[in-house]
DNA sequence: TTCACGCTGTTATTAATATAACAGCGTGAA
DNA sequence: TTCACGCTGTTATATTAATAACAGCGTGAA
């Protein structure tokens, strides 16, 4: 059984609409509500549950609770598993705050940086270690994806740091393309590119 | 001429890469030596340069610093666009140092945020405004982009105000999904789901 | 001079994706 | 009891995007 990127996407949207219904107690769903709310189509939905196995009733539609659970048993790992943060500026900051506390199955266990003010201090209630203990740190901590918040120049070097590690995924917000081995999984979101396809599209409408 | 969203992100990503080598002092490039770097077919590069009426030579290839206008002209606006960001938190002033300086036909004209405390100072050499003077400063500026680096809860709210004032576009970092007309041009960049994403890809390969 | 090479531009083919159509089913009203 | 309704699950179609194939051309070597 295939599943897209764009599946994937999807899926984990849903999850969090309906997390947000689940505390209105809202307890049932129709494709063609969650379609509105997600901006799809309601053959998009019932074919995105359709692909993670999940059924729901032709009365009731989709039961909330089932459905998260389901979408989470397909997208989660079965145990936590833990992310690191490279790079303490403002955006690691600011990943460190929206993030904190909401996915249980998702943890930050790291931040590394070169600044040897923000070395060995806690963050957000997180640990920033220097680039030298990235290694050791990370393997001692079983961490396998990381987020890339360096500046651009930096961003190649510390990469095949973190593979060297043993980082099995990326997510890249550095303005840059890396150019990394390919069973590493890199998920590129460079901001300025982000701006300038928003201006362009902008226009067109 | 139908361009796709797809075809728009290549080309300012080839526009990117193009800039670097250019810093390099780089003059021509084959389709296959981008489409390594960019991490595609060299088709897709030929096919993605063709749909903005830009030729090469079959013995030199592209000239850079050609292509880099043809794609300028493109993708930007003719006189420079006017962005702005609305939330000064770490979110916000990771991107105005990410940004400032770098696009030239892209400039951040205002920062907008609720505290009382950020209101009226420059951050970053960019003025910080009240959320209550956004419809003037909007039109005063005649800024159609911003960027949402507001809370989850707040970013509804404030995406109605943009609306409302003129902003033509939103490149949407809230984590949370935003029900608006659909003449205006939504980008999503939830990254709370990004991160999701690379955990549920890191684990597949 | 001529011929083989490697590149671009373009067309053709294939694959992926989204959209639409429809069968099956339980419910509730008549 | 029966029939129409509205939903899901699934299959079929259409649309879109990526990949491959190839014609044309200028160059440089023989």
Redesign the interface.
């Known amino acids: 059984m295939k599943i897209s ?1 764009k599946n ?2 999807r899926l ?2 849903y999850r ?2 309906l997390c947000g219904l689940r505390s209105e107690n809202v307890e049932n769903i129709y494709s063609h509500q969650l379609a509105r ?3 799809t189509t309601p053959e998009q939905v019932r074919r995105d549950i359709m692909s993670i196995g999940y059924s729901g009733s032709s009365v009731k539609g989709y039961n909330i609770i089932r459905l998260i659970e389901s979408i989470g048993e397909f ?3 079965r145990e936590t ?1 833990r ?1 690191t943060i490279v790079g303490a ?3 690691g ?3 460190i ?3 904190q506390g ?2 249980r199955k ?1 943890f930050i266990a790291a931040i590394f940086d070169n600044d040897p003010q923000k070395i060995d201090r806690v963050i957000h209630g997180v640990r920033c270690y220097s680039v030298e203990q990235m290694k050791e740190v990370i393997q001692k901590n079983n961490i ?2 990381a ?1 890339l ?1 360096v500046p651009a120049a930096a961003a190649q070097q510390v990469a095949e740091l973190l593979i060297e590690a043993g ?5 890249n917000y550095a ?1 840059v ?1 890396l ?1 990394l081995p390919s ?3 890199v ?1 590129n ?17």
């Open positions: 990127e994937i996407e984990l949207l969090r609409i709310i997600a901006d997208t989660d790992a598993q992310v500026g403002n955006l900051r600011a990943l705050d929206y993030f909401r996915r998702l396998d994806v987020i918040c980082i099995k995924g990326i997510l303005p393309k150019s069973h590493i999984y998920e979101r460079d901001m300025l590119l982000a701006v300038e396809k928003v201006a362009f599209f902008s226009r067109q409408h």
